[in-house]
């Protein structure tokens, strides 16, 4: 069965530090991968999605950047965090049908 | 602009009781639809799905129906029990290339009570 992972569970950084966040992807090749970002009280907003390794397209211009450097492998980072990208970061997979699978997710507080 | 809009923050519910949760989107080129639901620092579960040719998907205690006239979706889930609190989220597919980018709403709280 497949299994996405994110780490860190928790993150409180402080503005202007760098961010990475990673996500894998356990038992499928060649997923589709997602990051979204939930901000208090708000749904879930589309930040990058990529079909394949080094193929990346970006949903809202912002600081922050993803890559994927392995099959399975999702990255989400930052230079310079700013107070705005406080929230719930979360990775998402699929293959060939619509429904997506999400991960455990990331808390992020930035100080 | 908000393309897909859950209008009611939250619902309170009787335990076996129906709970309805609605889910409107703007965006006529939508052709998939889902909902998923979500406990605290967790992140969301699929639940239940309904393509764009379809107006009704059943799945035990979870049936959703879409009016594509109304650009309207409804989640029923019957009977509902106290396992069900959580925060639903509806949303909306449309395809980019292979990948399958999802339009959310902004959630629902449903309470169930003994």
């Known amino acids: 069965s497949q299994t996405i992972h994110q780490w860190p569970a928790t993150l409180v950084q402080p503005v202007g530090s760098p961010l990475s966040l990673e996500c894998t992807v356990e038992?499928?090749?060649?997923?589709?991968l997602y990051w979204y970002r939930q901000a208090a009280g708000r749904g879930l907003q589309l930040l990058f999605y990529?079909?394949?390794?080094?193929?990346i397209s970006s949903e809202v211009p912002q600081n922050l950047s993803a890559s994927r450097p392995q099959d399975r492998q999702f990255i989400l980072s930052s230079k310079k965090l700013l107070l705005s990208d406080s929230g719930f970061y979360l990775c998402?997979?699929?293959?060939?049908?619509?429904?997506?699978?999400f991960g455990p997710g990331t808390r992020l507080t930035v100080t | 602009d908000q393309q897909v809009k859950q209008n009611s923050p939250s619902l309170s519910v009787q335990e076996g009781r129906i709970s309805i949760l609605n889910c409107d989107y703007t965006?006529?080129?939508?052709?998939?639809f889902l909902w998923y639901k979500k406990y605290p620092a967790e992140g969301p579960t699929f639940l239940i799905s309904?393509?764009?040719?379809?107006d009704k998907n059943e799945d035990g205690r979870f049936t959703v129906f879409l009016n594509k006239s109304a650009k309207h979706l409804s989640l029923h889930i019957v009977p509902s029990q106290p396992g069900d609190s959580a925060v639903y989220f509806c949303?909306?597919?449309?395809?980019?290339?292979?990948?399958?980018?999802?339009?959310f709403g902004t959630g629902t709280r449903l309470q169930v009570t003994l």
């Open positions: 998402a997979w699929n293959a060939v049908a619509y429904e997506q699978y």
């Open positions: 038992g499928t090749s060649n997923p589709n």
């Open positions: 990529s079909v394949g390794i080094g193929q």
């Open positions: 965006n006529s080129m939508f052709d998939y």
């Open positions: 309904i393509s764009s040719i379809k």
């Open positions: 949303a909306a597919s449309g395809l980019a290339g292979t990948a399958s980018k999802l339009t």
